[in-house]
């Protein structure tokens, strides 16, 4: 295992766009780890994102490029964390969310599994773009095997920016892994002082610092005061009681994800089709409703082996079972691709698979 973050640090001024990250004296760091030998070990693993970006001035919060800062840099920006854990920083990627590939989950989710095996890790952070966090977060919320504290957090603005969010968010999601009260929630988002639920928070705004919200379920909690406040519980399975293990799988199946609009055709189910597809989710409109022409291409990949299942574009409410395909109950389409797809390492039988989907 690395060495603390805290008593590795240099005690240097770090400069990233225009924005000057301020050093830590490197006596202040060694008197505390001599006063806190107590604090909960927590490992920070980086992705890359909004988090971790940078632009040429600070008043550009859309501009910037995601992930220019480094793991060390960013805990480095919170001197704070050495007061509430002893921290160890690790780069999985370095990338905007867009980008995190299967290949990028499989090593995030084994490495975090490795992590949480170990006697001295009490909770993982892992901070991330905001783009696609809500479907890292629920990949992970299926596959850790452990009731330790799996925080996932982000920023809407750039490390760089004048108001950025990044810090305090990171200092809360450190806080919360650290809080004995987390274990066994299953993985958490945690931006803007909410503490979701990785099952049930979903990204709602292009740009706004609150678009991460809960519509119809809520949140588990909310920090107030530097304390985090637990009001509810999911009632999906998750973690340790998840039936998904991705220790030896090195490749996961392809799914995707087709969107239903007017005068949609057949065409796009075709093409995933041929590109070698094993599970499509369908975006479809209302209650997972398609064309009568998405309806033959369809039925046309579930006759070739394909396993479908209809999700809805409105982003709210349970897509109820259909005459063909499997429901994705209240999954967004793409929390249902992560499902279906991890659900694909276990059975090609779609009865058991609508069963996945009415448990997780």
């Known amino acids: 295992m690395k060495k603390p973050f805290r008593s590795i640090i240099l005690a240097t001024s770090i400069l990233v766009g225009s924005t000057s990250f301020a050093p830590i004296a490197s006596n202040s760091i060694y008197a505390a780890t001599e006063q806190v030998q107590d604090l909960p070990n927590i490992a920070i693993l980086a992705t890359g994102g909004t988090i971790a970006g940078a632009a040429a001035s600070n008043l550009d919060v859309t501009g910037y490029k995601a992930g220019a800062i480094g793991v060390d840099s960013i805990i480095t920006a919170v001197p704070e964390l050495t007061d509430i854990a002893d921290i160890t920083g690790e780069q999985i990627a370095n990338t905007g969310s867009p980008n995190i590939t299967n290949d990028i989950l499989l090593n995030l989710g084994k490495r975090i599994n490795t992590l949480l095996n170990e006697e001295g890790i009490d909770g993982v952070v892992v901070t991330h773009g905001t783009d696609t966090l809500e479907e890292t977060a ?62 049930y928070v979903t990204k709602t705004n292009t740009t706004m610092l609150d678009t991460f919200k809960s519509m119809e379920q809520g949140y588990l909690g909310a920090f107030v005061g530097g304390k985090p406040y637990f009001f509810n519980e999911t009632t999906k399975k998750h973690t340790t009681e998840s039936v998904f293990d991705i220790t030896s ?71 109820s079972p259909k005459t063909f395909g499997i429901g994705a109950d209240s999954l967004n389409p793409q929390k249902a691709r992560i499902l279906l797809t991890l659900a694909l390492t276990q059975t090609n039988d779609p009865e058991k698979i609508a069963e996945y989907f009415k448990e997780y």
Do not use: C, W
Not at 268 to 294: C, L, P, Q
């Open 138 to 199: 629920y990949f992970l919320n299926l596959v850790v095997k452990s009731d330790k504290p799996v925080v996932v957090v982000g920023a809407m603005r750039p490390a760089t920016a004048m108001s950025a969010d990044g810090p305090f968010n990171l200092f809360n999601a450190v806080k919360l892994a650290a809080s004995p009260e987390a274990m066994g929630k299953g993985a958490f988002i945690m931006l803007n002082d909410r503490i979701g639920a990785a099952r």
């Open 249 to 319: 799988i090195e490749e996961l199946p392809k799914v995707d994800i087709i969107y239903g609009y007017q005068s949609d055709g057949r065409h796009f189910y075709d093409a995933a089709v041929e590109n070698g597809a094993k599970g499509i989710v369908v975006a479809g409109s209302g209650n997972g409703s398609m064309s009568d022409a998405s309806e033959e291409g369809a039925k046309d990949a579930i006759e070739q082996g394909v396993v479908l299942v209809r999700s809805s574009r409105v982003g709210n409410g349970v897509v």
